[in-house]
């Protein structure tokens, strides 16, 4: 696939900025789809799994992360636990963003997430520095042309399980988990 991201320098998002986005950016069509996420079963990321996700990725606290379908959230309260970095969760299924919500507020954490219900494929990527996905093979196609299209150079994107389409992982790295399923991270640096 041609390589065919921006080449221009970070303009990284600040918390500041953040705050005041919409807690809700949604359209009639993504109530919708929202609902019918809310029949699939959610598979979240283990901590395992998350922690060497955040490893390859070697997080600093300058760095913003976004994870695109934060479901309940632990990517980000991960994030901010153990590597001080400030993050922002996208997250259709309503359901869940209100979990994450009430998850980050006992945890003390407001300052740190900040959670948006919102279309990932709606969303613009290019202010982020580091993006973590777990994506429904299903999007995989449609996620990799939006990274490309958006992503500055420089980002660090780490996908679970369903590897981005046409790109070479700079580093990958396989997880065990406590079932048979052996759990894969792929880290792209565009
Ligand atoms: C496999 S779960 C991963 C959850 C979390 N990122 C983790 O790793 O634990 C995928 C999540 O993406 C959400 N999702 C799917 N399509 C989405 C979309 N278009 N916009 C926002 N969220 C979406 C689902 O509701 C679900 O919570």
Redesign the pocket.
Known sequence: MQKNYRNKAFNPIKSTEVAGLEETIMGERDII?SRM?SEFP????PIQV?DAALDLAELHSTDVLT??????G??LLRAAERYGVFSVG????CR?INIARRRVREAGLNHMVNLIQ????RVDLSRFKVI?????PS?VKGLTIKLLNECLRGTRILV?DHPLEGLEPLKSKSIPSGKQHLHTVYLYVL
Do not use: Q, W
Request: proline content about 3%; some cysteine.
């Open positions: 789809v996420l959610y598979l979240s990321s998350v994870d695109l379908g934060c479901g309940d632990s990517v996208f997250e259709l299924d869940l919102a279309d990932l494929f973590y996905v777990y994506p429904f999007i679970h």
